[in-house]
């Protein structure tokens, strides 16, 4: 089972490890006694007691059930009060309810939310986003695992290619092209006792390789039936993984070679600045797709492309500005609701100065975890991008996604949020990652430091 896997660089054994796990459970359930009895009751009509499954994965025995979320903090249904450093796996970036966007959504509300008609604030969205990215056409969908499938789509039609080349370990939401793994040999992972897509033709859908590979890049590639290539230009789901000085660049090089089209999947590393990884390097994507955090956690999602590409698109399909031949976007997408508060969060929500914000607080709490792993002589390391940290298992920073899953330890990961929730705390769950908001004050970086020292100090034996 996954959860059967050790870093070799552990610190602890597993008897003293469960004793510690055990202590740290019954102060949980001391101090989420009502969330414990709300989610017994949820099991009679919520699948495992949680509207969706990622709700319940948090490495406890059951989540904790909120109140509210102000800012960068969370408050459970018991009073407990948590620093967040979760911020809803990105969807709340820039804080909870920030005042820009909380009242653009009660202003947009009373105004109307939906009619399958277009507003002149998508004009202005189209804009900010191109001064942003540096791409010329955009089109909203509701989140951006949509976007993403509709940007595959598009590059099928137009290449006449059927298969996605994603990178191994990767995520870019619940599309059954980049859910594969590569299992033994860097085979395609066809099965599995842990399948994350039973029943998909993963043949027939995807290319997988590794993040930094180009050698594999180039090999998928030349065989001619990928459409696109999708990346992000950090990966953020395994634990951080940084590309290679000129890997991108090499990348878009070779898509270019082999016709196949480029999709930058900016979604997390939009934490990286003002426009996200790709203006910060000068990325020159095909495709670009954004959400989650673009209208303050209000489902809304984005795809950018080039103008060559939407001449591709009307020469191939005929202009039409009524209905989409190719079956992209809903009834919902492109509300005016979500436009009208996605204007206002990136205009005065996410801004270069909160941007600089939360870059600063990052080098901040990255300097005071570097340091606790010196001061206990811990053989970790810290992954720094833009506004978030990763502490790895590991004394070198991972390469590529096999790398950072091998140095994966579901127990000791899961005991250090544990650890850390019951102290006021909350980190991304599945890894270690950390995301600074523009509220995120000195004070709840040095209460995270301090609590990530008496956590690993106590690991370390000290």
Not at 61 to 81: I, Q, R, S, T, W
Not at 115 to 142: D, H, N, Y
Not at 297 to 319: C, L, M, Q, R, W
Request: with cysteine.
């Amino acid at each position: 089972m996954i959860t059967d896997k050790k870093t070799p660089y552990r610190l602890i054994g597993d008897e003293d490890l469960q004793r510690l796990k055990e202590r740290e459970r019954d102060i949980f359930r001391t101090r989420t006694a009502k969330s414990k009895e709300i989610f017994e009751k949820a099991q009679g009509m919520l699948l495992n007691g949680t509207p969706t499954p990622w709700m319940g994965d948090w490495g406890t025995e059951y989540p904790v059930f909120l109140e509210k979320a102000v800012g960068n903090c969370l408050y459970d249904l018991d009073g407990n009060e948590y620093i967040d450093y979760c911020l809803g796996d990105t969807g709340a970036m820039f804080g909870h309810s920030p005042e820009a966007t909380a009242e653009a959504a009660v202003k947009q509300v009373r105004r109307g939310i939906t009619t399958m008609l277009p507003s002149t604030a998508s004009l202005e969205i189209g804009t900010e986003l191109g001064r942003r990215f540096g791409l010329p056409l955009w089109q909203v969908a509701m989140t951006a695992t949509e976007a993403n499938r509709y940007v595959f789509r598009i590059c099928r039609a137009l290449t006449g290619r059927p298969k996605v080349l994603s990178i191994n370990e990767s995520y870019h939401g619940s599309l059954d092209e980049t859910l594969p793994h590569l299992g033994e040999g860097g085979k395609l992972e066809l099965r599995s006792e842990y399948d994350m897509n039973p029943g998909v033709a993963k043949e027939t859908l995807s290319r997988i390789v590794e993040f930094n590979d180009i050698e594999a890049l180039e090999r998928e590639l030349a065989y001619e039936d990928c459409a696109c290539v999708i990346t992000e230009p950090v990966m953020t789901n395994c634990g951080m993984v940084l590309p290679d000085e000129g890997y991108l660049e090499q990348m878009r090089d070779l898509c270019t070679k082999y016709g196949t089209y480029l999709v930058i999947d900016e979604t997390h590393t939009f934490s990286f600045g003002y426009g996200g990884y790709t203006k910060a390097f000068g990325l020159k994507p095909d495709f670009l797709t954004l959400g989650k955090s673009i209208a303050g956690g209000i489902p809304v999602a984005v795809y950018g492309f080039t103008k060559d590409i939407g001449e591709a698109i009307n020469a191939s399909f005929g202009h039409k500005s009524v209905a989409d031949p190719m079956g992209i976007s809903g009834t919902l997408s492109g509300n005016m609701f979500a436009i009208a508060v996605m204007l206002e969060t990136l205009r005065k929500v996410a801004t270069p100065e909160a941007f600089r914000h939360m870059i600063e607080k990052q080098e901040k709490l990255s300097d005071g975890l570097a340091a606790i792993l010196r001061k206990n002589s811990v053989p970790w390391s810290l992954t720094r991008s833009g506004a978030r940290c990763e502490l790895q298992f590991m004394p070198f920073l991972p390469r590529n996604g096999r790398e950072a899953k091998e140095h994966f330890d579901w127990e000791l990961m899961y005991y250090t949020h544990l650890f850390l929730e019951n102290r006021g705390i909350v980190i991304t769950p599945f890894h270690n990652m950390m995301l600074i908001s523009p509220v995120t004050s000195d004070g709840d970086i040095q209460r995270l430091v301090d609590g990530w020292d008496e956590c690993i100090s106590e690991l370390a034996g000290r």
